[in-house]
Structure formats: C-alpha cells, structure tokens
C-alpha cells in the first residue's frame, strides 16, 4: 500500500517537472512562432501590395475593356498618368531585366496556353509554382548547367512564400525598397501580370480552371529567375529612380486633354437644352438598343424612316445570366464582369426534330473540323497534307483574298448543307417566376417604358462580324461579358409575352396591352444588318407592322454605313457604302472591319427627347432615364455604379491606347502574334499586350481617329438627387474627386440650368 501511494507521488512529482518544462519551452518557442508569423503576415502584405498598380487583362475569347491604370485610380488623374508613365511606358529596360522577361514569358507561354501548343506543359494541374518548380532544374537558359545554381533550384521551399523570402535575402534587397522591388517585378512585365490578375481574381463567374495560380506563385517565379540570371538586381530600384526624376520634367497630356473635353461639352450643353419636347405620339414600334455609342447614329437614322421610339439601356438587359448551348456544350457568362451570373439559360432548337438534325449536323462538322486541325498540328502530317490540299488551300486562299464575299457565301452554303442554320428558343425553367416578374419590371422602369405601349416593342442586343480578327470579341456587346446580345435580348422577349409575367406586372402598376408583342433581334454593328428572332405572328396585322419594320431597319442600316463608309475613307450612295461596309467585315485582311467605340466622349442618362433631334456623331453613350419615376434614386444609383462604370473602362482603355499605343495599346495588327489563343504579342518575346491595336484607334501611323478625352457624364436629374446618390457610392466620389470622369446636371426643376460637379464635389453653374 505504501509502495503504491510512493509511486503515485512520484508519478505526479514527473508530470509536473515535464509540464514545467513543457512550460519553459513553450515559452521559448511562442516568440518565436509569433516572430514568423508576423513576418509571414508582413510578406503577404507586401505581395498584395505589390499588385495593386496591376489592371486586370481578359483573354481574346471575351475581351473586356478596362482602364489600364484602374490600380491608381484612387490617385487623382494627374498623378496615377504621372504614376503610369514611371511603371508602365518605358521602353528600355536594363539587359539583365530583359532577359529576365524573355525567360519568364516562356515559361508563362507554355502554362497558360489554352490548346495551341501541340505539346502541352507537364504537370500544370500542380499549379503554376509547383509545375514549374519542378520542370525549371532541366532549363539550361536558367541555370548555365551551374552545380550551384541546379542544387539551389532543387532545395527551392515548396512554399512560393517561402521562396519569395529565400530570393529577398538572396538578391540583398533592404527592408524598405521589398515592397517597391516586388512591384517593380510585376510592371516590367505588366501585360502577362495583368492577364494573371484576371485569372485571379476576374474568374469567379467561370468554370472552374483546371490550372490553378496565384499572386505568389507568380512573383515567386520572377524572383527565382531573377536571383539566377541577375545578382545585382538589387540596382532596379534605383533605375526606377533615375526614370521617376526624369518623368517629373516631362510636359503632361492633361492640359491637351481637358482643352479637348472643353471644345466637345460647352457646344453639345447648348445643344441639349434647346429639344426637350414633352410629346410623345403613339409609336409605330419601340427598340430598345444598348448604351453603345454604336446604336446612337442606328438610332437616328432609324428614326427618320418612321414613327419609332428608341431607348438605351445596358445590352444585357438586366438579365446577369450564364447561356448554354445544348448542341455544343458551349457555355459563356453573358452579363457585365461586375456581376455574377444568377442564372443558367439553356438554348435549344425549338423542336425534338430541329434539335436531332442539328446535334447531327453540328457533329459532322466538328468532326471535319477536328480531324483538319488533327493534320495540320501534328508533327509530320502538316507535309503531307500541304501535298494533298496544296492546289486546293491556295485555291481557297486566293478566292478569299480577290473575291471575299463570293468565298464566304460559298462556305456558307456548304456549312449549311452539313449543318441547316436552326432557331433556338430559351429555356426558363432556371429562372423562378418572382425573378421573372422582377428583371421584366426593372428593364422597364430602368428606361421609363412603363406605359404607352406600341404593338411592337423590340430588344435589340448587338455584336459584330469579322473575318481573322483576333480582337473580334472587342467589338461585341461588353454588357455581355464580351459577346452578343442576342440571347439575353431572347430571354426578355420571352418573359414578357409570358401571360402571367404580364398580370403580375400589371399589378405593380405596369399595364402592357393584350396586343403589344415582344421580339429579340441583334444589331450587327460592323453591318448595319439588324436580325428579328420568333417574329413569326398570326394576327395579320401585327405581322405587316414587323414586316415594315423589317424594311425601315434595312435602310437604317443603308443611312448608317453611309455615315460609316465615309468615316472609313469611302464616299459612296447608300447601296455601294453597304456592300463596303458588308465586304469590311468578311475580308480576312482587312485591318480595320469598323471604329468600334472609338471617339467615345459621353455617356448621357436622359429621356430621348433630349437628344433626339441632335446629331451626336456616335460619340455618346446613351442611356434612358426618368427622373420622375425614379423617386428615390435606385435606378439611377444602378446606371451610375453599373453601365457607367463600365464606359468610364471602355473610354479609359481608348484613352490610354491612343496616348501611348504600346505601352496601353496593342501596336499593329499587322505585326502581332497570337499566344496561346489567349492574348497578343509583337514579334515572339514580347510582353502580353493589353490594349486595343493602333488600327483601332489611328487612321494612319502617325494621325490618330480617337480623340483622348474623359468620360463626361450627363444626368438629366435634380440636383439633389444625385447628390445623395454620390454621398451614399465611395466609387462615385473616387471617380469624381480623382478626375477620371467629368459630371454635368441639367436640372429639370431649375430651368434646365447645367451644373458641373467639382472636384471637392460642390457644383458650379455652367455657363
């Protein structure tokens, strides 16, 4: 017994030594843990910090404009142009850091190809750190077969934190010049960190990438290379200083800029306040086109065939939706990259039949498609096939070049006769009826159109057609995520011929009338060709409205590329300057198929009649607004944080490309080359350009078309109003504080007097 009680005494005595001692070391180890905690915090804060000047970059499957400076934009104008001359437009770089980038974009090459690299990146699944970790000991450009250099690449940290710490250290960077070096390691490589922005942090509304990456993973890559090819890297720094000092000195494009805005706003003011007109006679038909500067002129012109009513609005109609193609398996998101898609729409054929033949036929051609494609990227068939299709590619080749629209007609009849073009319907079943009634009455109320229905009301989405552009998706509708509008314009039409969409509606104080009939249609804008979907009617009477309309929306479109044409360099009637336009967009080696946005200066939120009777030479994005069924604002608070910000990217990216062409831009289109199916390079090491190319923005050389001036909005509101929607909206007072875009009020209860908001946010009368 007193064994026993002696053995448990001295068991107790143990534990507690060893939970002194446990004590001691913990207390030992605890500053220790929270040192390199702190410290991992202070790095990750040092990389987030260090992206912050990057802009995001889509790919050439949906090009989305953005402002290349978006990072400085919480800078006033002035200084972020300042800022980006520093970072972004130098156009040597020391040698060392060149060939840095040459070796970094080879890797990034391989990674992000999306399918045209014949062999494929081993081991990308793993990440890009991970896969290049491992594939960077057998690259004999990095290493120089140097025993030292291949044993540190092989005890690289699996962390790329840790290897970004390893490299600082390594290259003898100081404490306080890490967070500028890491920037530095981004913007002498801006485009393909502007591209892994997107991927980043731009993809959420996507499926899922296979190939994962991160802010690290990249900057750990950059230093890793640059520890190997460059020890005195630490000298970058003060590059970077000696550029800063000279750019101060420079003279800034502000002062040209602002003298150009004074000379287009001042005379459209005047303009504006001269034709509000407060009738509004029955309509023949009303359309609905998007916001883009594009559907102005179409408007007009449209206008002076007949009694139409237009309206502007954000051309995916409110809709934020993902579209499906059943057949293809094709999937897109189809709304604005501020927002995530709610929904997923299926498109089918409209019948059981139509949707056999065309799976069939959309079978067949895919398979000529693949199996050519198979020939021409293999490794030894692409010789063979030049010996079995040599006569017939250069007879193609030639038909294409001296007789374009012969040889695209003549495809398109082949293409048909293996897969018959067939009418898709949506399917709503993934929409619940509450947002049904919900997008139907916000689409309405967001352009004033609550009351006064024509028979025919019309949602016209847009995009465009070209032939070997690669900056094709730059011309689609951008509220669609950089495709064509169609389809949202579909789902709308839908919805509100729906019977019970129209009780409910009615109930909200929307009364549409038993006879007004609802149809989607899309304007192709390098065409002027406007396409009617499901407008098949029985009522006669109704059908000989759309087939009228049909007629007046064709010489719309004559009116319009007349304009155009002239635009172009090409002065002919209207039938001649249609063919032009038509022949523009289907010759494979024309540079430039239309202007785009181009010349883009204002975006005005006003009833139509405001503009109607002014020519506003397709310069302003035109949005329809009433402020007198907006009480409370929220519509108006939607355009100014939605559609608006969205121009205020597309007028920066012009901006910006047309000030400096290769630092903002894409350079020529006659130089570029295509990477990975995902971006533009100029020759085959260049960075990733993220711009638009100079034949979008220059007549020639050395004249350019678009003008660089700011966005400058133009709200037909009380003053009130919009002053309690900027203070409710930080990115409204950044914008404006900042001066990236300019605001004008014409105050309807004030005698239309115009108001510009100040920067301080105060506003002054314009006089």
Known sequence: MLQQLLLTVRAIIMYEQHSMATSHIKEKLNPLKDSQKNSSDNLNSLIKESWEKISPFWPLKNLIAVNPLQGLEDLPIEKAMLEGAVFFEQKEFPASMSLINRQTIKWL??????????????????????????????????????????????????????????????????????????????????????????????????????????????????LIITSLLWEEAADLVEWHQKIQARQVKKISPIKAIQQSESDYLAPLLNKLGLHKNNAQPVSEAQLIFCIDVRSEPFRRALESTGN???????????????????????????????LQPKHTINESPCSSQACTQDHKGYLQLNTVKALYQALKYNFTTPFGLVELLGFTSGFWMALRTLFPILAIEFRRSITHKIRPPITVTPSLENIDFTDQVTYAESALKAIGLTKKFASLVIFCGHGSATQNNAYATALDCGACGGRHGASNARILAKILNTDTIRESLNQRGISIPKETYFIAAEHNTTTDEVEMYAADTQDIILAKKVHKLKSDLTEAGRLNS??????????????????????????????????????????????REITKKIDLEGRAFLHSYDYLQDPDGAILTTILTAPMVVAQWINTQYLFSTLDNVAYGSGSKITKNICGKIGIMQGNASDLMSGLPLQSVYQTDTMAYHEPVRLMVIVYSTLGLIDEIIKKQSVLQKLFRNGWVLLTCIDPENTHDHYCLNRDLTWKRHV
């Open 109 to 222: 090459q391989a990674f992000f190809d999306e399918g045209q690299a014949t062999i494929g990146m081993p081991l990308r699944n793993n990440g890009l750190y991970q896969a290049w970790k491992r594939l960077a000991y057998f690259d004999t450009q990095l290493h120089g077969g140097d025993t030292h250099k291949k044993q540190w690449l092989l005890d690289l940290p699996t962390s790329p934190e840790s290897a970004i710490s390893a490299c600082l250290l390594k290259l003898n960077i100081p404490t306080e010049d890490q967070s500028l070096f890491l920037t530095l390691m981004l913007t002498t490589l801006p485009g393909w960190a502007a591209h892994i922005k997107y991927r980043i942090h731009w993809t959420e509304g996507e499926l899922l990438h296979p190939h994962a990456v991160s802010e690290a993973d990249y900057i750990a890559i950059r």
């Open 308 to 338: 139409y009513e237009t309206f502007g609005c954000a051309g995916f109609f409110g809709i934020p939706t993902r579209i499906n193609n059943t057949t293809t398996k094709e999937s897109y998101t189809s709304c604005p990259v501020l």
């Open 562 to 607: 007349s304009r155009r044409s002239k635009d172009m360099g090409f002065d002919g009637d209207e039938n001649k300057s249609a063919q032009h336009t038509k022949l523009r967009s289907i010759d494979w080696a024309q540079v430039r198929p239309e202007w785009g946005l181009a010349r883009n200066a204002s975006f005005i939120v006003a009833p």
